[in-house]
């Protein structure tokens, strides 16, 4: 199953194509290009995040793999049967997503963590694909409140009708549900604005959702 994606020296954002440029200068051996989405393309889960993080995905090639909010994500999916094998923070550990892909409203490394209104539009094309195309996932999980809106604005949905918070829940299609998380970045999980146990408490809502339990 094919999900369009961006190129490997993408030049859609010419702010972000500047920054990767960068980036390739200083550490040739990372990864340095859009990061493409991880998991089966007909996984009834679909999980939106940001965009990659500098050290973390945008160095590795694999979403949330290498920085501080993957070792929240990849445990908790872990804990409801949504990964298979041993998490070790590297592409080669050899960790597989069961009935779940992760992807970025953004797939480019922005600077600071920080994409432009602009930048977060543009790539609502590839968004789009993960959103819509068949199988559409029967669950979509965003992870902040820039995802959120990227989602509802990929879907052609009111963002008043469907105000971003901790474990919000939608209804937004006859077989999709929507719903979404404070960000499980280490800022917010250091801070207690996210805890592993509020985290949990929305991927088990999901994960009853989904098997029907």
Partial sequence: MHR??????????PRLVAFREK?????????????????????????????????????TGRPFTGDGAGNTLYPALARFGWSRGTFRASPDDGLELVDCRITNAVRCVP????PTGGEIRTCRRFLGD???????????LALGRIAH??????????LKA????????????PDQIFASSYHCSRYNMNTGRLTDAMFDTVLARLHRHLNGL
């Fill in 4 to 13: 369009n994606a961006p190129a490997l020296n993408c030049p859609l954002c």
């Fill in 23 to 59: 980036a390739r200068a200083k550490e040739p051996d990372w990864h340095n290009a859009p990061v493409p989405s991880f998991g089966d393309p007909a996984a009834r889960l679909l999980i939106v995040g940001l965009a990659p993080g500098l050290a973390g995905a945008n160095r």
């Fill in 111 to 114: 600077p600071e963590n920080k």
């Fill in 130 to 140: 993960e959103l819509t195309a068949a199988p559409a996932p029967r669950a979509v």
């Fill in 149 to 158: 809106e990227s989602v509802l604005r990929t879907l052609g949905l009111a």
């Fill in 162 to 173: 469907y105000p971003f918070a901790h474990a919000s829940w939608y209804d937004v299609a």
